[in-house]
């Protein structure tokens, strides 16, 4: 199974909203709701922002938004801050039972 | 609040066995809510999900399918904590290693606790 497609980076300023894209199949975003975003600071573990597509973790900003159109899935950062500049991946769950990540996106704010 | 521990060598030749453990407090390996991953990250930065084990009624382990050949994940219920052990590697398996929580009755509603991780170098 080939990774999950994400933007190799992404830029924003202060204040300004940015979407990051997560482009799936039909055997995985497109067939369950069970889509995950985390957050990774460098030289740090990932941190959970959105679960099953649009859900949000207790203590994480209702900035962070998520969304699924088919097989493709999309966070939302509204009100861009300094501590918002990380990487980025995006998760899904297969219809063979499995998980894939996506590539990764890079996160400036500019 | 659950806490995940990790453990291991963080040096292993190539062709033999890389073999981690994570141990955990606040919650039990035997949980019927909750899956236990293991995933790692390559030097270029991408993450790879390489299988988990569960219990719901009865222990199943799910494995990423480019390794099932060489993965083993095992849950260990008297120390509670689960291990992976990857057979064979090559300088291909370097990675930081990272094992998670997967929290929920369903698999994959997400991987909400992580371990701190553990470098592993093949060499």
């Known amino acids: 199974q080939s990774a999950l497609t994400q933007p190799p980076s992404v830029s924003g300023s202060p204040g300004q909203s940015v979407t990051i894209s997560c482009s799936g199949t039909?055997?995985?975003?497109?067939?369950?709701?069970?889509v995950s975003w985390f957050q990774q600071p460098p030289g740090t573990a990932p941190k959970l922002m959105i679960y099953e597509v649009s859900n949000r973790p207790s203590g994480v900003p209702d900035r962070f938004s998520g969304s699924k159109s088919g097989s493709t899935a999309s966070l939302t950062i509204s009100g861009l801050q300094a501590e918002d500049e990380a990487d980025y991946f995006c998760s899904s769950y297969t219809k063979f039972n499995t998980l894939i990540f996506g590539g990764g996106t890079k996160l400036t704010v500019l | 609040q659950v806490q995940l521990q990790q453990s291991g060598p963080r040096l292993v030749k190539p062709s033999q066995t890389l073999s981690l453990t994570c141990a955990i407090s606040g919650d039990s390996v035997s949980s019927n809510s909750a899956a236990w991953n293991w995933i790692r990250q390559s030097p270029s930065g991408g993450l790879e999900w390489l299988g988990r084990?569960?219990?719901?009624?009865?222990?199943?382990?799910d494995y990423a399918v480019s390794l099932r050949s060489r993965i083993t994940i095992n849950p260990d219920t008297s120390r509670n904590q689960f291990s992976l052990q990857l057979n064979s590697v090559t300088p291909e398996d370097t990675a930081v290693y990272f094992c998670a929580r997967d929290f929920g009755v369903i698999l994959s509603c997400g991987l909400d606790v992580w371990g701190q991780g553990t470098t592993v170098t093949v060499s």
């Open positions: 039909s055997s995985d975003i497109g067939y369950y709701n069970r």
């Open positions: 084990t569960y219990y719901r009624s009865k222990w199943s382990s």
